[in-house]
C-alpha cells in the first residue's frame, strides 16, 4: 500500500479492519495488503474510499474468509453478552453512531468486542493508524454504548 492508500484504509477502512483482527483472533490471519488485493475488485468505491463496506459487505466478507456465515443486530449489550455464551458466536462489531463521549457530531465507527467475567474487550481502529485494545466494565460499556448509541452485528457460524 502506498502512503496515501493507508491513509484512505485509516480513514475510511475502520469495518475491514476490524475483520482482519477478526481473522486474527480466529487464526486464519489475512494482512491488509492481502485483503485488498482479494476484495478490491469487487468494491469499485474503494477507489476514492478504502475499505469502506456496508453490512451484508461484512457478511459476505467474512463467508468467503470462513469465520462466520449470517450475522444478527442488536442495541441491547446486555443481549449481545448472551451471545457469548454460545460458541457458535464468531465475532461482534459494535458501531458507533456518535463518539464515546455523546458528542452530538455523527461518527459512524466500528470496533470489535468480547465479553468475559463481567467485562467487555473493545478493539478499536483509530484514523491515524493506532489501535486502542483495553477492557472495560459492565456498568461503564454500558453507559458508554448507550452515548454513542451503539448498536451490534453479531456474527455467527451456525446454520
Known sequence: MTDGEKDQFYKYGCVSRCIIQLTEWHHKPITPDDFIARFYPHYPQWSQFLGLLSLSDIIDICRELKIGRHADTY???AVVREYFKDVKTSGVFMFSER???????????????????????????ATNGIVVDGEIENPV??????????HFLVLRCDR
Open 99 to 125: 463518539d464515546f463521549n455523546g458528542g452530538s457530531s455523527p461518527n459512524y465507527h466500528c470496533s470489535l468486542v468480547g465479553y468475559n467475567n463481567q467485562r467487555w474487550r473493545v478493539w478499536s481502529p
Open 141 to 150: 460499556f454500558d453507559e458508554m454504548t448507550g452515548k454513542c448509541l451503539a
Open 75 to 77: 442495541r441491547d449489550s
